[in-house]
Nanobody, 120 residues
Framework: QVQLVESGGGLVQAGGSLRLSCAAS????????MGWYRQAPGKQRELVAT???????HYAESVMGRFTISRDNAKNTVYLQMNSLKPEDTAVYYC??????????????WGQGTQVTVSS
C-alpha cells in the first residue's frame, strides 16, 4: 500500500507565496515521475508541473516562471514553490506519483488534495 500526504495549502493574498509538500510512504521500491495537478470549481483537473526521477521538469504555461517543482528522492517527497500567486491559481492541488512497488511496472497514486485560495 502506498500513501501520498500533502501539506502546505492555505489562504494567501495575490502576489504572495506558498509551498506545497507531498510525501510518499508505504511499500515503495522506487518512484518515477512525480507531479502536481489542480482542479478549480467547475473545471477539469489540469497539470501544473511534473518532475522526473532524474530532475527534468515540465510546467503548464500558466505557471511558468512563477512556480518551481522539486523533489527529494531520499525522502520520497515532491515540492511545489508557488510565487506571485494570482486569484486564478485558486484550486484544490493534488499530488501524483508513479510508484513502483516491485521491479516490473509503476502505478499512479494520488494525494487527497490541499486547498489553495488566493484572494484579490
Amino acid at each position: 500500500q502506498v500513501q501520498l500526504v500533502e501539506s502546505g495549502g492555505g489562504l494567501v493574498q495575490a502576489g504572495g507565496s506558498l509551498r506545497l509538500s507531498c510525501a510518499a510512504s508505504g511499500s515503495i521500491f522506487r518512484i518515477g515521475a512525480m507531479g502536481w495537478y489542480r482542479q478549480a470549481p467547475g473545471k477539469q483537473r489540469e497539470l501544473v508541473a511534473t518532475v522526473t526521477s532524474g530532475g527534468s521538469t515540465h510546467y503548464a504555461e500558466s505557471v511558468m516562471g512563477r512556480f518551481t517543482i522539486s523533489r527529494d528522492n531520499a525522502k520520497n517527497t515532491v515540492y511545489l514553490q508557488m510565487n506571485s500567486l494570482k486569484p486564478e491559481d485558486t484550486a484544490v492541488y493534488y499530488c501524483n506519483a508513479n510508484v513502483y512497488t516491485g521491479t516490473l511496472h509503476g502505478s499512479d497514486y494520488w494525494g487527497q488534495g490541499t486547498q489553495v485560495t488566493v484572494s484579490s
